[in-house]
C-alpha cells in the first residue's frame, strides 16, 4: 500500500511559476514510476509528465514540454513537479500517482497506475 499526498498548488498569474511535490508513505517508493495527471473542469483527466522508478527515463505531455520538469528523489520518497510559465490552460486539479514497477511502464495510461493523491489546485490567473 502506497500512500500519497501532494502540496503546493495555489494561484498564481500567467507567466508564473509553482512548486508540487507528492509525498508517498511506504518503503518501496523506489519500485513505482511516478506520474502526474491533472484534470480541469469538464474535461478529461490527462497525463502531464512522468518519471520512471530509478529516474532514468521522463516523458511530458506536449502540452507542458520545456516549461515543467518533473523529479525525484527516492531516499525522501518524493517527487516534485516545477512548473514554470504557467499558462491559464494549466489550471486544473493536479494528482501524483504510482504505477508499480513492472515489465513495461505505461507512462501516460492513467487506468495502469495503483495508487493516487487526492490532488492540489493549481490556478492559474490571466
Known amino acids: 500500500q502506497v500512500q500519497l499526498v501532494e502540496s503546493g498548488g495555489g494561484l498564481v498569474q500567467a507567466g508564473g511559476s509553482l512548486r508540487l511535490s507528492c509525498a508517498a508513505s511506504?518503503?518501496?517508493?523506489?519500485?513505482?514510476?511516478m506520474g502526474w495527471f491533472r484534470q480541469a473542469p469538464g474535461k478529461e483527466r490527462e497525463f502531464v509528465a512522468g518519471i520512471r522508478w530509478d529516474g532514468g527515463s521522463i516523458y511530458y505531455a506536449d502540452s507542458v514540454k520545456g516549461r515543467f520538469t518533473i523529479s525525484r528523489d527516492n531516499a525522501k520518497n518524493t517527487v516534485t513537479l516545477q512548473m514554470n510559465s504557467l499558462k491559464p490552460e494549466d489550471t486544473a486539479v493536479y494528482r501524483c500517482?504510482?504505477?508499480?514497477?513492472?515489465?513495461?511502464?505505461?507512462?501516460?495510461?492513467?487506468?495502469?497506475?495503483?495508487?493516487w493523491g487526492q490532488g492540489t489546485q493549481v490556478t492559474v490567473s490571466s
Open positions: 500517482a504510482a504505477q508499480r514497477r513492472g515489465s513495461s511502464w505505461f507512462w501516460s495510461a492513467d487506468h495502469k497506475y495503483d495508487y
Open positions: 511506504g518503503r518501496t517508493f523506489s519500485s513505482y514510476a
